[in-house]
Nanobody
């Protein structure tokens, strides 16, 4: 079974940086999507960044220009580099992944991911 595992969360002052890691174990695919989501208790989950194995990446407007998603294929790990963090970035961050056929909806579209990690907390204080 494919299992994403997040790490790298913590507390940081406003304006600081953190790098989250998502290690994906259990299987490997030629075509896949990996995304980072975040959620604050009581609020709707937000997709912040998506990586398509064929290259395209997508960001939400709220993090564009500050967050970067990337991957190390050899290590089956996807990263989320977060810079210029703001208190409103405080949330539980989740990594999600799934295989994808090239004929399916693009990763940046309404593509449903079925493998989820447990999350890592990010707290930004002013």
């Amino acid at each position: 079974q494919v299992r994403p595992t997040e790490s790298g969360g913590g507390s940081v002052q406003s304006g600081g940086s953190l790098r989250l890691s998502c290690a994906v174990s259990g299987a490997s695919y030629n075509y896949y999507c990996v995304a980072w989501f975040r959620q604050v208790q009581g609020k709707e989950r937000e997709r912040v960044a998506v990586l398509d194995s064929e290259g395209p990446v997508t960001y939400s407007d709220s993090v564009k220009g500050r967050f970067t998603i990337s991957q190390n294929i050899t290590e089956n790990t996807v990263y989320l580099q977060m810079t210029n963090l703001k208190p409103e970035d405080t949330a539980m961050y989740f990594c999600a992944a799934d295989s994808r056929h090239p004929d399916q909806v693009p990763c940046g579209g309404d593509f449903q991911l079925h493998w989820w990690g447990q999350g890592t907390q990010v707290t930004v204080f002013s």
